[in-house]
Nanobody, 120 residues
Framework: QVQLVESGGGLVQAGGSLRLSCAASGRIFKINRMGWYRQAPGKQRELVAAITSGEFTTYADSVKGRFTISRDNAKNTVYLQMDSLKPEDTAVYYC??????????????WGQGTQVTVSS
């Protein structure tokens, strides 16, 4: 089992910044892709940003140029630096990690979610 613990959410004014962190722990063999998703009330969960173990990154169009994803492989931790925040960024943000075990079996894990609220 792998556990993901998120931190860093909160309330911020429009134009402000927040940094989310997500640390993976437990029986870890290898974590490949890690990412951040978000879900606003009444909307589907959507990908915000993702990063592979080789640090290839991908971003949703709505956050390009404002958000930066990074990771520390030694700490099994992924970060999301969010700048120039907008009210439409308000959502619960979830961390995701793709774990690969010693047999090559891939299992996705999710964090519990952290609330980000951007006031106008």
């Amino acid at each position: 089992q792998v556990q993901l613990v998120e931190s860093g959410g909160g309330l911020v004014q429009a134009g402000g910044s927040l940094r989310l962190s997500c640390a993976a722990s437990g029986r870890i063999f290898k974590i490949n892709r890690m990412g951040w998703y978000r879900q606003a009330p009444g909307k589907q969960r959507e990908l915000v940003a993702a990063i592979t173990s080789g640090e290839f990154t991908t971003y949703a169009d709505s956050v390009k140029g404002r958000f930066t994803i990074s990771r520390d492989n030694a700490k099994n931790t992924v970060y999301l630096q969010m700048d120039s925040l907008k009210p439409e960024d308000t959502a619960v943000y979830y961390c995701n990690a793709d774990h690969i075990n010693s047999w090559g079996l891939r299992t996705p894990y999710w964090g519990q979610g952290t609330q980000v609220t951007v006031s106008s």
